[in-house]
């Protein structure tokens, strides 16, 4: 086996398939609801290269030598945005018109939180906007050598920062330049994980999945002189900020719908049916039915007594089928830089844009 390739770690190698060649910063998996932490990780599938002239220009992409993550699990309301959307139904095809696909529209309203929707979520006025805590893995297997935790003032790992190279520990970059015999890219996936604990939906909430967008950068250079070069980093955010305002290093400035890092929490339809329809215990078999009135939430009140429900329909009017949370413009430009201070508060004197030189 060729010698670099054995010193690449956490690298699925994904050869021979375009539609990969050009994805994006995303994430290992979909997770389900349920009641225990589950292991996932951030995945990078190409290096960086010029926006100009879209993505897809033919220019090679660069290795990549760093990587920042910040999710929307701040303790405070104004640090996060919180959107909904409502299901489209689906429409047969008639003799003036095609068909259209059920989908979620798009078309999100901020809404005020997530307390009538997600187990655990406070209001605008007490509580968090999401119960989400975050475990990183610091040893092997991660995609770099050096991996930093970033941590709010109130204690919480917000995300994290890894780079390569050899301050203060070598590794090897996610080699995105090596060619097949034709020429063509051999397309590599750089895997950077993490846990996150379990979400639960309410059980008369009529949202089937939560979209939590995470700010992701991967850089490809560094180094003041880098700070005007269009392959210095990729930007996977819903929209410019402050500090990360250059629409060339934003693969999909101006996209519609606009794009970001979305990890996925579907909410688990047979065990917890939407309210007017019936799942099913698949470890017994027992129907739950949410299609009579005084159907059992599953809760109890102060008293101790069993909490029913008299919610048998969804209203594709006024009832969210997918929610949302995101971090702020100020959120981002605070935690998603990756400083130069001394490791381990930063990446040692190392500069990547913006963090400002000196």
Not at 166 to 172: L, V
Request: aromatic letters at 8%; charged letters at 15%; glycine letters at 10%.
């Amino acid at each position: 086996m060729n010698t670099t390739l054995k010193t690449l770690t956490s690298l699925a190698l994904l050869a021979g398939t375009a539609q990969l060649a050009h994805a994006h910063a995303g994430f290992k998996d979909q997770i389900t609801e349920g009641s225990v932490k589950t292991w996932n990780a951030v995945a990078i599938t190409h290096g960086c290269n010029t926006n100009v002239g879209g993505e897809g220009n033919g220019v090679p992409h660069k290795d990549v030598i760093a990587l920042s993550t910040i999710f929307p699990n701040s303790p405070n309301f104004g640090d996060v945005i919180i959107r909904g959307s409502k299901g489209k139904v689906a429409v047969a095809a008639t003799a003036t018109a095609p068909a259209v696909a059920g989908f979620t529209t798009g078309e999100e309203d901020i809404i005020p939180d997530l307390s009538k929707d997600i187990v655990g979520s406070g209001t605008s006025s007490s509580g968090v906007p999401l119960v989400s805590t975050l475990s990183l893995v610091n040893t092997g297997g991660t995609i770099f050598a050096n991996n930093i935790p970033k941590v709010d003032d109130k204690g919480n790992v917000r995300g994290w920062q890894s780079w390569s190279r050899t301050s203060p520990y070598n590794g090897p970059a996610l080699l995105e330049t090596a060619k097949k015999a034709d020429g063509t890219d051999i397309s590599e996936t750089g895997l950077s994980p993490f846990g996150i604990n379990a979400f639960q939906f309410k059980p008369e909430s009529c949202v089937k999945a939560l979209k939590i967008r995470v700010a992701v950068a991967n850089w490809c250079e560094k180094g003041a002189s880098s700070y005007d070069s269009p392959s210095r980093v990729d930007l996977w955010i819903g929209n410019m900020t402050n500090k990360f305002n250059d629409t060339v290093v934003m693969p999909n400035a101006g996209a519609n719908p606009v794009f970001w890092s979305t990890l996925t929490v579907n909410r688990d339809l047979a065990r917890n049916p939407l309210p007017g329809t019936k799942g099913f215990n698949p470890d017994t078999g027992a129907v739950i039915d949410r299609t009579q009135s005084g159907w059992a939430t599953g809760t109890k009140d102060a008293s101790g007594t069993a909490i029913t429900s008299t919610k048998v329909a969804c209203d594709q009017a006024t009832d969210y089928d997918t929610v949302y949370i995101e971090p702020t413009n100020d959120d981002i430009d605070k935690y998603l830089p990756i400083s130069a201070a001394k490791y381990p508060a930063g990446a040692n004197g190392a500069l990547y844009w913006p963090t400002p030189a000196k």
